[in-house]
């Protein structure tokens, strides 16, 4: 395992907080392949998954190796098989609270989540811009822009999480018109400096672009991908718009599970598996 210290208070973005008394947020992107599935831990112990990867048996062992109960919210950024799969199994720790984006999936692995998450009580919540406390942590829902239609990855939901001056971006499988729809919003929530921020699309070239990272100002990106995989992620466009940026970058497919424990002044760990 490799770790790394860095950041300081981030300053700037979102809106202001009273910075919890200690503690650390922990966010783990697991290592599932080709796919996304972000692990959030409150300092009291709460949790969030966003995303669950295309294998239900792989979740079911992060799941089992992490200790992980139960989970008081889920979160599927869109309904594509490659983030939604790995959440039937986790809808058995029965999470009070499902948020998508508000378009259903049209595959049996969707029928097969909507039904798990039935079984298990959960509340349907569409993504409309809510903030929800995860503990001490505070979640912003970001939802899509308006007038994007019905493509799922282009109504990809994210999420801007804040533990007092320690800040993360999370936004799925978005594409060019949704960051450009953002950017035309002038949204606080979403201007950086963010410590880390997990790349769109798993590095597609029509994902990141210059102005929207300028905008995010990531100090830290992490690209959930597997290897090998048939659509080139991540793209050679999108690894040279990090570096001009200034990130450091992290593969999930040659580190396996990414792990940040942030504090509330801003600093933070960084930890890989290999």
Known sequence: MR???????AGGGGA???????????????????????????????????DGGRSAERM???????????????????????HIAGLVPAAALKPRVFINNGLGGSTQTWERLVAALQEAGAT????????????????RVVAPPPGLGD???????????????????????????????????????????????KSIHHGAANGDSAAWLANVRPENVVISVGTPNSYGHPTRKV???YRQAGARVYRTDRQGTVTFRGRADGTYSAETER
Not at 4 to 9: H, K, T, V, Y
Not at 124 to 136: R, Y
Not at 171 to 177: F, L, N, Y
């Open 60 to 82: 079911r062992e992060h799941l089992k190796a992490l200790d992980v109960s139960r989970l008081d919210l889920m979160v599927a950024t869109h309904a594509d098989a490659d």
């Open 151 to 197: 493509d799922q990855n282009e109504n990809s939901v994210g999420i801007a999480l804040q533990f007092g001056e320690f800040r993360a971006l999370m936004t799925g499988d978005s594409e060019t018109p949704a960051t450009e729809g953002w950017l035309a919003q002038e949204r606080d929530d979403l201007q950086g400096p963010f410590q880390v921020y």
């Open 239 to 241: 690894l040279d718009l």
């Open 124 to 139: 349907f919540t569409k993504a409309s811009n809510q903030t929800v406390n995860l503990g001490s942590v505070k979640l």
């Open 3 to 9: 770790q790394q210290e860095g950041g300081g208070a």
């Open 16 to 50: 202001p907080t009273t910075a919890p008394v200690g503690g650390e947020v922990v966010i783990r992107f697991l290592d599932v392949g080709q796919g996304d599935a972000i692990l959030v831990q409150s300092p009291e112990g709460k949790t969030l998954l966003i």
